[in-house]
Every structure is written in structure tokens, then in C-alpha cells.
């Protein structure tokens, strides 16, 4: 599976941006989808995920503010950003993992995406 990303920009604090991800190839096998952001001299971690029954999960720091919801028709994920905060800027990557029931999951990563909020 690939993925394409777009998206991020420049916001200033309080304001909303919109990044997405569409997956090509074998993507019958999707399981989940998920944005996961890398701050400079950080850890890459976990900011929003979606399985493909569309269950969801969040990172508690952006509880209330992001909303990842999926198109399975088009293949493509949205991270809706609002209330944005300074701490929020990073560089912002896709993941996808899949794989056929009972087979062993695989996992590929989208072009990352510079957000950035300013103060």
C-alpha cells in the first residue's frame, strides 16, 4: 500500500488546518489508518488513529480538537485540525497497516507534512 499525503501549512494559534491521506495498491486489506507527528528532538508519536470498522483513538493532548474520520469509498483519511497550539507544530506522517485475516501485518508510512503554529 502507498499513501499520498497533503495538507499542512502555516496557522497561526487557534486556527484549523485539514491534512489528508489516500492509500493506493492493495488496499482491500486495510486495518487501520492513523497520523502520527515527529516535533524537532522528539519522538515520533501517536496522534490520531482510525481501524477500518472506523474506531478511533487519540493522543489525550489532542482530545476535543483533531478529528480523524475515513472515506473508505476513496481510500483516504482526514485529520481535521482545530484550536491549533504552537505545541502542535511537527512534522505530520501517514501510517497504514494491513494485511489479510490471519496473515502478518504490514505497515508503510506516507511523505511527512510540515504543520506549523505559530503564537
Known amino acids: 500500500v502507498q499513501l499520498q499525503a497533503s495538507g499542512g501549512g502555516l496557522v497561526q494559534a487557534g486556527g484549523a488546518l485539514r491534512l489528508s491521506c489516500a492509500a493506493s495498491?492493495?488496499?482491500?486489506?486495510?486495518?487501520?489508518m492513523g497520523w502520527y507527528r515527529q516535533a524537532p528532538g522528539k519522538q515520533r508519536e501517536l496522534v490520531a488513529s482510525?481501524?477500518?470498522?472506523?474506531?478511533?483513538n487519540y493522543v489525550d493532548s489532542v482530545k476535543g480538537r483533531f478529528t480523524i474520520s475515513r472515506d473508505s469509498t476513496k481510500n483516504t483519511v482526514h485529520l481535521q485540525m482545530n484550536s491549533l497550539k504552537p505545541e502542535d507544530t511537527a512534522v505530520y506522517y501517514c501510517?497504514?497497516?494491513?494485511?489479510?485475516?490471519?496473515?502478518?501485518?504490514?505497515?508503510?508510512w506516507g511523505q511527512g507534512t510540515q504543520v506549523t503554529v505559530s503564537s
Open positions: 501510517n497504514v497497516v494491513w494485511g489479510p485475516p490471519g496473515r502478518s501485518i504490514s505497515s508503510s
Open positions: 495498491g492493495s488496499t482491500s486489506n486495510i486495518r487501520a
Open positions: 482510525i481501524t477500518s470498522t472506523s474506531m478511533t
